[in-house]
């Protein structure tokens, strides 16, 4: 099981994202999915939560700019980020709480990261 995100980028202030984060491999379901992010000399933080049947949490710096959605038939989550500001810029992580078909007990999952940067 693997997760591969894509989207990143250099954005200006004010600017849009899109980020996506794909599932693959031998998975029987996923529960929920997430993104989190980590900024130079911080440490990693939630942004956003989906879980399977589409109820959504998000970080309280986040909450009206950004949007966490899904698509279970594609394994794929996505956070769709407005109006980003300086401090956004972070590597910004997918995660996925997955029970694959060779273990069948949930496990979390990690992809490898995206870097967001965002200028002034």
């Known amino acids: 099981v693997q997760l591969v995100e894509s989207g990143g980028g250099l954005v200006q202030a004010g600017g849009s994202l899109r980020l996506s984060c794909a599932a693959s491999g031998s998975i029987f379901s996923i529960n929920a999915m997430g993104w989190y992010r980590q900024a130079p000399g911080a440490q990693r933080e939630l942004v956003a939560t989906i879980t399977g049947g589409g109820s959504a949490n998000y970080a309280d710096s986040v909450k009206g700019p950004f949007t966490i959605s899904r698509d279970n038939a594609k394994n794929t989550v996505y956070l769709q980020m407005n109006s980003l500001k300086p401090e956004g810029t972070a590597v910004y992580y997918c995660?996925?709480?997955?029970?694959?078909?060779?273990?069948?007990?949930?496990?979390?999952?990690w992809g490898q990261g995206t870097q967001v940067t965002v200028s002034s």
């Open positions: 995660n996925a709480n997955i029970v694959s078909r060779s273990r069948y007990i949930s496990v979390d999952y």
